[in-house]
């Protein structure tokens, strides 16, 4: 991998002290400290196909190091955030207590990039021996009245997924949607529904349909929390670019640029939630049940 200017160089994360380490097993799954419940969990993750994450496993449990990257907008980036809250470290940080190894992690997000720019150019932000990728560019795009299958953006998001999928590595690809809660504000604020839509995430969707893969989406897991404005799931400490003046400043179309959009450090533990939960139980799935490939 030809590294880019703008990727921040790959790290490893230190092997947990004796006490918090775990071996994985079916039975005994190594704890985390989810800030989702079961049910937001339930909503929030599509499950995909299991040859990849089986390959992954494997890897995982033979006590061999992986290699983990990322690649989105600002989010993935860690706008606002602090590397050790970024959803991408605190993913790392768990798969490295529970399979302690050199893991090395590789942050590919660029700030305000486009899915055009990342299919033309996503080598240069993972490399060639990738394990486990995890994509993030839910709010980088909006789709508004597409026809899908004739959508550019969604044609050049399916094209570096299939670019992704063919690396030699053969790595396992997870899409993380995040979720732009200043698009449609004033439905959000006025205790609507519609806002709901307001992503292109279910497009992209289709994409991981097609190609079995995994789809955890934020949005699905606490929209209707925000939307009842409960206890904890106020936009204020949910994202770190949403102070109480925009929130309250409902006359505008939106709460201006740039804000309401990027997650705080709790935003993004409820990131690396979906993400713990997903690979967790699809690990368990495989030890109860191993893949086995249907014979020709």
């Known amino acids: 991998m030809r590294q880019h200017a703008n990727s921040e160089k790959g790290f490893t994360i230190a092997n947990p002290e004796p006490a918090r380490a775990c071996s994985w097993s079916a039975s005994g799954k190594c704890a985390y400290d989810y800030t989702l419940d079961s049910g937001q969990l339930r909503r929030g993750v599509s499950q995909g196909d299991l040859p990849?994450?089986?390959?992954?496993?494997?890897?995982?449990?033979?006590?061999?190091?992986?290699?983990?990257?990322?690649?989105?907008?600002?989010?993935?980036?860690?706008?606002?955030?602090?590397?050790?809250?970024?959803?991408?470290?605190?993913?790392?940080?768990?798969?490295?207590?529970?399979?302690?190894?050199?893991?090395?992690?590789?942050?590919?997000?660029?700030?305000?990039?486009?899915?055009k720019y990342m299919n033309l150019c996503v080598r240069e932000h993972v490399p060639a021996d990738v394990d486990l990728v995890i994509v993030e560019y839910a709010v980088n795009q909006m789709l508004p009245g597409v026809n899908i299958a004739k959508a550019m953006p969604v044609m050049q998001y399916e094209r570096m997924i299939r670019k992704l999928l063919a690396f030699e590595s053969r790595p396992a690809v997870i899409l993380l949607q995040t979720f732009?809660?200043?698009?449609?504000?004033?439905?959000?604020?006025?205790?609507?529904?519609?806002?709901?839509?307001?992503?292109?995430?279910?497009h992209f969707a289709v994409v991981a349909k097609y190609y079995g893969l995994p789809s955890l989406s934020l949005r699905d897991a606490i929209f209707h929390?925000?939307?009842?404005?409960?206890?904890?799931?106020n936009l204020e400490s949910v994202l770190a670019d949403c102070p109480p003046e925009a929130v309250v400043r409902n006359a505008e179309p939106e709460?201006?640029?740039?804000?309401?959009?990027?997650?705080?450090?709790?935003?993004?533990?409820?990131?690396?939630s979906l993400l713990v939960h997903y690979l967790s139980e699809t690990f368990t799935t495989l030890e109860a049940s191993p893949y086995e490939p249907m014979s020709d």
């Open 52 to 115: 990849l994450s089986s390959r992954l496993l494997e890897k995982l449990k033979s006590g061999k190091p992986i290699s983990i990257a990322a690649i989105g907008g600002s989010v993935t980036k860690g706008r606002n955030a602090a590397r050790e809250e970024r959803y991408l470290f605190q993913l790392a940080r768990w798969l490295q207590t529970a399979f302690p190894a050199q893991h090395m992690v590789h942050n590919g997000g660029v700030s305000a990039s486009p899915i």
């Open 180 to 202: 732009g809660w200043s698009r449609g504000f004033n439905r959000i604020a006025s205790n609507t529904w519609s806002s709901f839509f307001e992503t292109p995430e279910d």
């Open 225 to 233: 929390n925000v939307l009842r404005k409960e206890k904890g799931y």
């Open 255 to 272: 709460p201006g640029p740039g804000l309401c959009i990027h997650p705080s450090g709790k935003g993004h533990g409820f990131l690396a």
